[in-house]
């Protein structure tokens, strides 16, 4: 039994130590990759944030380009001593230009998307480190579990060692009173004990004045 609750306490001590190995391998990893999600995260933050800023700078000059055109074509219909053929040169630049300012819108579009899902990923991050810490604290509580199943596992283990050690003395001293026992029945079997009244063992279960007075002899066939 102490060879079994040795090996018991050593085998919980090698689970507790695997269980707090593997767990500290599991909080670096993850805060390894927090901390490196993070950092990308920012940095494709601001540079998402300075192309935003560039892109809307960007449009506000086209459109104030598209402004001035309008104007300006608005300007040179008016004036009927302009050429046709430059009238015409006119109209495709500011249609040129529609497009292009098209174009950066769409790009603009693109960038709140981008910075949208990066905000998404913030918030994923988020949870994941929730998630983390909810997991710690289950492994914390299955360990102070498996302390307290060590303690009881101990205590019964002592506490069945003293048992059987009891148990085997009670063994022994049934074994020798029912030796005794039968050592009296054969002797009144053959008549010895009538026959020379020797004392009593005083270890015999009839040894004392009580129990000799509540034996009775067998009577003769």
């Not at 593997?22 to 995260?41: D, S, V, W």
């Not at 219909?77 to 430059?86: A, M, P, R, T």
């Not at 910075?115 to 929730?130: A, I, T």
């Not at 509540?214 to 009577?219: K, Y």
């Amino acid at each position: 039994m102490k060879e079994q609750e040795e090996t018991h306490s050593q085998n919980v001590e090698v689970l507790k130590e695997q269980q707090e190995r593997a767990l500290q391998e599991l909080k670096e990893a993850q805060q390894k990759e927090l901390e490196n999600t993070q950092k990308n995260l920012k940095e494709t933050e601001a540079s998402l944030t300075e192309k935003v800023l560039e892109l809307s700078e960007q449009n506000e000059t086209l459109t104030e380009k598209l402004r001035t055109e309008e104007e300006r074509r608005t300007r040179i219909l008016n004036d009927k001593s302009l050429k046709d053929s430059h009238t015409l040169y006119l109209e495709q630049e500011l249609e040129s230009l529609k497009v292009v300012l098209e174009i950066k819108n769409n790009q603009l579009h693109q960038k709140d998307k981008k910075l949208m899902d990066l905000d998404k990923l913030v918030e994923s991050h988020s949870k994941l480190e929730e998630c983390m810490k909810k997991v710690q604290q289950e492994n914390e509580d299955f360990r102070a579990r498996m302390d307290r199943h060590a303690a009881l596992s101990k205590q019964l283990s002592s506490e069945q060692a003293i048992l059987q050690q009891t148990l085997q003395k009670e063994s022994k001293v049934n074994k020798r009173l029912s030796m005794e026992n039968e050592e009296l029945l054969w002797k009144l079997h053959n008549g010895d004990l009538l026959s020379s009244p020797r004392r009593l063992s005083p270890t015999s279960p009839f040894g004392s004045p009580h129990n000799s007075a509540a034996f009775t002899p067998l009577s003769p066939r």
